[in-house]
């Protein structure tokens, strides 16, 4: 960390948990954040986790502290918030318009890899007056010969999509990828032609799957798979409503968290006006020459004036 810039409350907290690990190894840098973060049952992370060095310096900057381990090439950062998953090093070395530009399509991505099985699920089920009567028809005469519901459908799928992703990762490289593709291409066609499954299915199940690999840290992704499940059940039951209550729920869940002591959807809640130059777009750099730090102007003011 960097002295001066890093909250030493923070850094405090971290070297003590760090002394109270008892273990009698550590392979790598994911068994310190599990004894660091000290929820184990928590779906986001609130470390960030990365391998490239710039990331790490720009995160150090921030006032931010890094944990490297021994033996792992991947770093932990903490604390981490919210925002800081759909940030990517290549928004600033990129023109403002373009990087805001991208970083408005992850956000979007968010919403549509965790809501867009659940949204098919209610206007087909409980609103169907929501769509256009063409677009009614035309989706009304795919699902004609499929024998299961909206809801099996779309659970079948998802479960197949997450088969060959493993398969994909556990399989050798020169042939992983390739096979993934071809699987979900040959699966996807067959199911088709059998009548399991409608073709709008395979598109909302394509739109979703890249929607989630979008994120710059890969480890974000997870929870956004296990979310999709529970609005999935909540729109089969409820529909739209189910699909509200269950962001509803999501959102004060992010708000009660706090990542070593910082507010987990900080700069939104608590709101930050100065922050928000980098949050959902990336101002100009003249307008921010210091990426904003965790730690409040008037207390570096004040650390400041005691030292001098």
Do not use: W
Not at 57 to 63: I, K, R
Not at 76 to 82: E, H, K, N, S
Request: charged letters at 20%; proline letters at 6%.
């Amino acid at each position: 960390y960097i002295e001066g810039i890093a909250d030493k409350k923070v850094v405090n907290e971290i070297l003590e948990k760090i002394d109270n690990i008892k273990i009698d190894g550590i392979l790598e840098s994911g068994y310190i954040e599990e004894f660091l973060s000290g929820r184990p049952y928590l779906l986001f992370p609130i470390m960030y986790t990365t391998e490239r060095p710039d990331k790490v310096a720009g995160n150090l900057l921030e006032g931010r502290v890094a944990i490297i381990t021994d033996g792992t090439p991947f770093v932990l950062v903490a604390p981490a918030i919210f925002i800081q998953f759909f940030q990517s090093n290549e928004d600033y070395y990129q023109l403002p318009l373009f990087a805001s530009f991208i970083r408005i399509i992850r956000y979007f991505c968010f919403f549509l890899a965790l809501l867009t099985p659940a949204v098919y699920i209610s206007i087909t089920t409980f609103h169907q007056e929501m769509l256009p009567t063409q677009l009614l028809i035309s989706i009304s005469g795919q699902r004609e010969s499929v024998p299961f519901p909206a809801l099996v459908e779309v659970i079948f799928m998802e479960l197949t999509f997450e088969i060959l992703r493993e398969a994909g990762l556990r399989m050798p490289r020169a042939i992983g990828h390739a096979v993934s593709i071809v699987g979900a291409l040959v699966l996807g066609e067959a199911a088709v032609n059998a009548g399991i499954v409608s073709t709008i299915m395979i598109i909302i199940v394509s739109i979703t799957a890249i929607s989630s690999l979008i994120f710059p840290e890969y480890n974000f992704s997870n929870p956004i798979r296990l979310l999709r499940f529970v609005f999935i059940i909540l729109a089969s039951f409820l529909g739209l409503f189910g699909i509200a209550v269950g962001l509803i729920i999501l959102t004060i869940h992010l708000c009660s968290i706090r990542s070593f002591g910082v507010p987990y959807m900080y700069p939104i809640a608590p709101f930050n006006f100065k922050a928000m130059k980098d949050t959902f777009i990336r101002a100009p750099l003249n307008s921010h020459f210091k990426r904003p730090s965790l730690i409040a102007d008037d207390n570096l003011k004040r650390e400041k004036d005691m030292k001098e």
